[in-house]
Nanobody
């Protein structure tokens, strides 16, 4: 039974930083691309960042490029999202996701496993 569990969300002032963690179990972690999506109230779930199974390639949404960094530790079955220079527009529920696709998709249906989400709130 695959399970992804996010942690690290919280309340932070604009310009601050947070680090999100996602712990995976019940799947062959090294076989999956890992990524982060986010969803704000009234908006569609959007792709934030992804890292391929071997950690050799990363992808970011234009809105977070230069501020967020995704990484993975296959020995710990963990993917991280370091978020710096946070803005109020970053406020959303952040979801960890896994995909066995060969390419890094940006649409929700291209990802097969999901965590429960962790809330990130950035005050103005």
């Amino acid at each position: 039974q695959a399970q992804l569990v996010e942690s690290g969300g919280g309340l932070v002032q604009a310009g601050g930083s947070l680090r999100l963690s996602c712990a995976a179990s019940g799947l062959t972690f090294v076989a999956f691309n890992m990524g982060w999506f986010r969803q704000a109230p009234g908006k569609e779930r959007e792709f934030v960042a992804g890292v391929k199974w071997n950690g050799g390639a990363v992808s970011y949404a234009d809105s977070v490029k230069g501020r967020f960094t995704i990484s993975r530790d296959n020995a710990k079955n963990t993917v991280l999202l370091q978020m710096n220079s946070l803005k109020p527009d970053d406020t959303a529920v952040y979801y960890c996701a896994a995909s066995i696709q060969s390419t890094m998709g940006t649409r929700q249906h291209e990802w097969s496993h999901w965590g429960q989400g962790t809330q990130v709130t950035v005050s103005s």
